[in-house]
Nanobody, 115 residues
Framework: QVQLMESGGGLVQAGGSLRLSCTASGDVVATMGWHRQPPGKQRELVAEVSRDGTTNYSDSVKGRFIISGDASRRTVFLQMTSLQVEDTGAYYC???????????WGPGTWVTVNS
């Protein structure tokens, strides 16, 4: 089992920045990353990083968000800049279990971007 805990959400004005943190405990994780769920919409990938440091971003955040840390250190950060109202939503950290292949989720942290 993998347990994850996020921190760092909050309220920010459009154009501002926020930094999210996520720490994993329990079993080894192969990949860690972030999904988000805007109000009334489905959960979507934001960014992820593998144990070897390979990163992947959704097109909507490229150039604005940076994921750092990695699964081997069980901690990842999401530096969000130039935030837009459309970035509002619940942000969930996830970790792909190295041995069980299961995607584990944190409880989520809310990000609100005001215009």
């Amino acid at each position: 089992q993998v347990q994850l805990m996020e921190s760092g959400g909050g309220l920010v004005q459009a154009g501002g920045s926020l930094r999210l943190s996520c720490t994993a405990s329990g079993d080894v994780v192969a990949t860690m990353g972030w999904h988000r769920q805007p109000p009334g919409k489905q959960r979507e990938l934001v960014a992820e990083v593998s144990r070897d440091g390979t990163t992947n971003y959704s097109d909507s955040v490229k150039g604005r968000f940076i994921i750092s840390g990695d699964a081997s250190r069980r901690t990842v950060f999401l530096q969000m800049t130039s935030l837009q109202v459309e970035d509002t939503g619940a942000y969930y950290c996830y970790g792909l279990g190295f041995f069980d292949g299961v995607q584990h989720w944190g409880p989520g942290t809310w990000v609100t971007v005001n215009s």
